[in-house]
């Protein structure tokens, strides 16, 4: 397995329970990145130090992955290397030349690979959009395989004129989530937890929340995340100072905290894969007030568990925030079927690692 994933070693809860799984069905290896002051490595993994200069660091991870993948082929000699994304696909495809390996090369497919330099990072990064698309596209059409983890990614998939081998949920650290919910607060808070970029929509939640928030007092907004776009969350600090906090980061247990004392999960992203925090807003029972883009849809249905815009319809965002924030009612009547719709996307550490088995089993075969 290949990606940029950092892990920290040894691993611990249900990512140690998942690699369990999945050692126990394939013999396996992981090529990923370490934390500046973690273990590089142990009999599974492989991981690679962060670059010095922290601006480089991603550039520095892709430009190595092809003379890594090609070293570890050439003393590991995997039936299949699963790849993250297109771009680490690329990355296998040059290291598999590299080593003279005839091993498969397998593309998972999260989320619209794209965003990557549309709608991420710095300004400079979208320069690089053209040559990071044409390397993608690439990529997806000469890997031996696709595997897609939703509807929406499969469709993805399809546009770009390949047929996905498998679809199946990625693996989803959720255990913290799975205890019951409490009710709702009797103060209304709304939670948006994401990286600020872009991608969220960042920019289009401070224009929601200015709309929202003289139209509800008594509300607040809790921020968690960080990212280019921190100086957002800072303005909004320091126009409702008295109805906004933020966050940059948190442990689990305290996301699920977060999620407990929230009425609702606010989430206006303007490009979506999976939805990871989606599900788990809704097994904490929380209603998810959302953009209709990416894969959102196939989480959130509309005015069932949540309620779904266009991610530059800031003044329905808005209204949604009035509705839901000031109508208990209404917002327990959207939470009733939150956690129901939560619990169908679980899955168990050995039920991903038997679909990884046959994935790689199918690739082998075909």
Not at 2 to 28: C, H, I, M, N, W
Not at 142 to 159: C, F, G, K, M, N
Not at 195 to 214: F, H, Q, S, T
Request: aromatic share 6%.
């Amino acid at each position: 397995m290949a990606g940029r994933t950092r892990y920290r070693l040894p691993l611990d809860g249900s990512l140690r329970r998942k690699f369990d799984a999945l050692e126990g069905e394939v013999d396996l290896r992981v090529l990923g990145s370490a934390p500046a002051d973690g273990p590089s490595g142990d009999g599974v993994f492989r991981l690679a130090r962060p670059f010095p200069v922290r601006t480089l660091d991603g550039a520095s991870f892709y430009l190595r992955l092809p003379f890594r993948v090609a070293r570890e082929l050439q003393r590991f000699p995997a039936d299949a290397v699963l790849t993250q994304s297109p771009y680490e696909a690329a990355a296998a495809l040059l290291g598999r030349r590299f080593a003279r390996s005839r091993t498969r090369v397998v593309v998972d497919v999260h989320g619209d690979w794209r965003t990557f330099t549309r709608l991420y990072g710095s300004p400079a990064r979208r320069l690089l959009t053209p040559l990071a698309e044409r390397v993608s596209s690439a990529a997806l059409r000469r890997a031996d395989a696709v595997r897609t983890v939703s509807p929406y990614t499969s469709a993805l998939v399809r546009e770009a004129g390949v047929q996905p081998a498998a679809e199946f949920p990625a693996f989803m650290d959720l255990d913290p989530f799975l205890v019951p919910p409490r009710p709702l607060p009797e103060r209304p808070t709304a939670l948006f937890v994401g990286v600020l970029e872009r991608y969220k929509n960042v920019d289009g939640l401070a224009e929601i929340w200015r709309r929202a928030a003289p139209r509800i007092p008594g509300a607040t907004l809790h921020i968690v995340g960080c990212g280019t776009l921190d100086g957002v969350a800072e303005g909004l600090v320091h126009s409702f100072p008295s109805q906004t906090t933020w966050s940059q980061t948190l442990r689990t247990e305290e996301v699920v905290t977060a999620m407990d004392d929230a009425t609702l999960l606010l989430l206006p992203s303007r490009s979506e894969g999976m939805g990871r925090v989606v599900v788990e807003g809704l097994l904490r029972g929380r209603p998810v007030v959302a953009s209709r883009v990416g894969g959102i849809p196939d989480l959130v249905e509309h005015d069932v568990n949540g309620l779904l815009f266009d991610p530059e319809d800031h003044a329905g965002f808005a209204r949604a925030l009035a509705c839901l924030l000031s109508d208990p009612v209404e917002a327990e009547r959207l939470a009733s079927a939150a956690r129901s719709a939560g619990e169908r996307l679980v899955a168990s550490p050995a039920d991903y690692a038997r679909s990884v088995r046959g994935l790689v089993e199918s690739t082998d075969h075909s």
